[in-house]
């Protein structure tokens, strides 16, 4: 077997010189690692510290990457079972240079293998927080129809959309030590994008945003609605609206990420035309404060 070589980069426009075309081989399942690339490459002052973006090739073939965005949690790719011990590369040179690693995000068995590897590492042990699936949609299927209609979010949303997307991260992740400060930045961040959608009936009922464009894709998430207005179709209707608007401007396919453990969402979203793509897990390491993940359910219904 040839000689495995890791790599790591300062940009994530060298990053993607070397990932991209891996990763775009199965890009609905990689949309995660593609997305956050490009969003760095794009937007690299939206990031408060210096990222990692290390992969491991073996001749002229990626066998792994992770990427990280301090404080969140690394996100690890493997090209098969092959792969797998790529990852160990990845784990011993975060562990090395001290990288602050509080838990692995990825594909279910290169999320363990890292895991694995990091314990090795460190000794530090890890624990199963969160099992997620990642679905794929290329055409909707209408749902039931709601009273209202999706229209844009604007900066007259600001507050509301704060106060909302607060309630879903507490509600969604929380282990997420997120602040109102830190999602103010991020709406604010979010609707300068033109990415946040409202369903409005004869007030704001629920709300999605598009995420993280890849070359073909795009990701639907957060998804929320209040518990007030739930049962009522309204996010149901939001997210087919917005993946039809997506699917509308160019993309091929959009998707998105569900919490397992949330059979309602994950029923819900089958019905709209999303077909299951592949499992990612996400375990936290012993021994460190718990960081925000950039995953996560794509919301209630």
Known sequence: MATMQLT??????????????ALEADEAANNLMLGLALAIRRAPD??????????????????????MTPPHNVV????????????????ADLALNRWPVPGVLGPSRAALSFAESWQARTGRGFALNMHERVYELRRVTPPPAVPGEMRLAGEADFALLSRWLLAFNREAVPDEPVTLDEVERNVRNRLADISYFIWQDESPVAVAGKTRPTPHGCCVGPV?????FRRRGYATALTAALSQRLLDEGFQFTALFTNLANPISNSIYQK?????????DLYLFGGSPTAAR???DAGQA
């Open 8 to 21: 790591t980069f300062l940009s994530a426009a060298e990053f993607l010189g070397a990932v991209r075309p």
């Open 46 to 67: 939206r990031f408060e510290r210096q990222p990692y973006l290390g992969a491991v090739q073996s001749a002229g073939q990626v066998l792994a990457a992770a990427l």
């Open 76 to 91: 690890v790719y493997a090209a098969g079972e092959e792969g797998l011990p790529a990852l160990d590369l990845l784990a």
């Open 224 to 228: 929320y609605t209040p518990p007030e």
């Open 272 to 280: 709209i035309g999303y077909r299951p793509v592949c499992d990612f």
């Open 294 to 296: 950039p995953g996560g």
